[in-house]
């Protein structure tokens, strides 16, 4: 008996001499944060579509939280010009104005243009790396007809070459604008053509962001977003400057192209929320 107290209250072995080793603590989130960033990719793949009221019920019974981080969330999205909050009326999608669709895209451009002048003067043989694995890894995903998948890496691209410009600024400024205008970067794509071209234009900026041809990975740059521009541009009803952005009509092929985005959508919304059912459009 007591043989086996003893070994019951054997200390750990000592700890050998020398300093502590350093705490490195698991960091988490508030879980605003990541009620904000759940929300900021509904809105950006089109299941909180431009404009669309958000009820608070469902999308606390979507994400499984309680009211009062979804109205924190809420405030961050406000404050990013994502969300816009009525007095007593509650919130809803923001639905920019083709006028400032367009001012956001030719801000966008100016960015992307220095981003990538300054990257390709700037950028070191690692970070080149990067961005020519992320390329082939967006070449899959669109070859296998992936947008969600597409886009996520298609947008770390844009962010390594602006990280690459070293410029920290530059991507405060970047970060903010950018957050505006990501659903009408991933609706672009929505027109196969357009989506094929934009592929082709991502092809010779590596090789000019390879070759530090900075005046050439501005210009492609520039005309990446203004091809983007007009494919949003597209979607607004004729000779209305002032109509807000909101969801194409579902017509033909495009019809089946989008149910095939928001199907992929659901599935990825799925993948990270806890058990229960999701709707396809949370309204």
């Not at 406000?78 to 909050?85: K, S």
């Not at 505006?180 to 900026?205: C, G, K, P, T």
Request: aromatic letters at 4%.
């Amino acid at each position: 008996m007591q043989s086996q107290s003893a070994h019951e209250a054997a200390p750990p072995p000592a700890a050998a001499a020398g300093p502590a080793a350093p705490i490195d603590p698991i960091g988490r989130r508030p879980l605003h944060e990541e009620v904000a960033e759940r929300l900021r990719d509904w809105i950006t793949e089109g299941r909180l579509p431009a404009g669309s009221r958000l009820n608070e019920r469902v999308l606390c019974q979507s994400l499984g939280v309680s009211r009062t981080p979804l109205r924190e969330a809420l405030k961050v999205l406000a404050a990013q010009r994502l969300v816009d909050l009525h007095p007593n009326r509650g919130a809803s999608v923001a639905a920019p104005s083709a006028d400032d669709v367009r001012h956001l895209f030719e801000l966008m451009a100016a960015l992307e243009g220095l981003s990538g002048e300054l990257a390709a003067l700037r950028r070191d043989d690692a970070q080149l790396r990067e961005i020519r694995a992320l390329h082939f890894e967006m070449l899959a995903a669109h070859a296998r007809d992936d947008l969600p998948g597409y886009y996520r890496v298609n947008r770390a691209i844009h962010e390594a070459i602006n990280r690459c410009a070293r410029n920290p600024m530059l991507t405060q400024t970047y970060h903010s604008v950018n957050l505006r205008i990501q659903h009408l970067r991933f609706r672009s794509n929505f027109n196969r053509a357009r989506w094929d071209a934009a592929v082709a234009e991502h092809q010779r900026m590596l090789e000019a962001l390879s070759n530090r041809d900075a005046a050439e990975l501005r210009r492609l740059l520039e005309q990446h977003l203004s091809n983007k521009l007009d494919a949003v541009l597209e979607s607004l009803e004729p000779g209305d400057a002032s109509a807000s952005v909101t969801p194409p009509a579902k017509t033909g092929g495009q019809a089946v192209a989008q149910a095939q985005v928001r199907a992929q959508a659901q599935a990825r919304a799925d993948a990270h929320a806890q058990p229960g059912k999701q709707p396809e459009r949370i309204s």
